[in-house]
């Protein structure tokens, strides 16, 4: 179903140290995951991927890990940067459903110099 | 490539007054286009799912004929507010799904968004 929440959690991370954001998804037929980057007042951008027959893949700079079992998924940026700063959605489809994506709720990073 | 231009990119306008919002894909062709609802601080919601040359598809409680979509071409998908008022007032979203099978990737790219304020 969809997500909806009333406000967004935020994390707050210094200049160069890792983040991670996690993401808890409702569906267990779910089998295709994303996680998107959303800046002010724009369009949510494709980050990283993951497929469920795979449990981690890495990216420039990121890395998503999936674990079935509690339905939970993670972004992990390494070595933030001030760019970095926005709200990241995890999102989940099943293959059949054309395509169609259930966001979650969001998480705000914010990066402190 | 796989660029999905939405227009405009901000609307003010009086209550009552119906509202047009388009939604392009520039280099790709989508039969399928999606048009989402955001709230401050808050989530994207599927809105509905727009389906070249048929009816789009709408979610639950949401209002079809409120939120007129027409999706004519294989680059254009249109969302008109009608008769909107200030509970109207948010952030749309559209997406468009690429070709199956093509090498774009990604399950949908995403417009930049348009502000609709209703005065």
């Known amino acids: 179903g969809e997500s909806v929440g009333l406000h967004l959690p935020t994390l707050s991370v210094q200049e160069g140290d890792n983040s991670i954001i996690n993401c808890a998804y409702s569906n267990s037929a779910s089998d295709y995951f994303i996680w998107y980057k959303q800046e002010s007042g724009k369009g949510p951008q494709f980050i990283i991927d993951i497929r469920s027959n795979m449990d981690k893949r890495q990216g420039q700079r990121v890395t998503v890990l999936l674990n079935k079992t509690v339905k939970h998924l993670s972004l992990q940026i390494a070595a933030t940067q001030p760019g970095d700063s926005a709200v990241y959605f995890c999102?989940?489809?099943?293959?059949?459903?054309?395509?169609?994506?259930?966001f979650g709720t969001g998480t705000r990073l914010q990066v402190t110099l | 490539g796989a660029v999905v231009s939405q227009h405009p990119s901000r609307v003010i306008c009086k209550s009552g007054t119906s509202v047009k919002i388009e939604c392009r894909s520039l280099?790709?062709?989508?039969?399928?286009m999606f048009w989402y609802r955001q709230f401050p601080k808050q989530s994207l919601m599927l809105m509905a799912t727009?389906?070249?040359?048929?009816?789009?598809?709408?979610e639950q409680g949401v209002e079809k004929d409120k939120f007129l979509i027409n999706h004519a071409s294989l680059t254009l998908s249109t969302l008109t507010v009608t008769s909107a008022h200030p509970e109207d007032s948010s952030f749309y979203i559209c997406?468009?799904?690429?070709?199956?099978?093509?090498?774009?990737?990604?399950?949908?790219?995403f417009g930049d968004g348009t502000r609709l304020s209703i005065l």
């Open positions: 280099d790709f062709q989508a039969t399928t």
């Open positions: 997406s468009a799904r690429p070709p199956r099978g093509g090498v774009l990737g990604q399950p949908q790219h």
């Open positions: 999102a989940e489809t099943r293959t059949g459903t054309a395509s169609k994506l259930t």
């Open positions: 727009s389906n070249e040359g048929s009816k789009a598809t709408y």
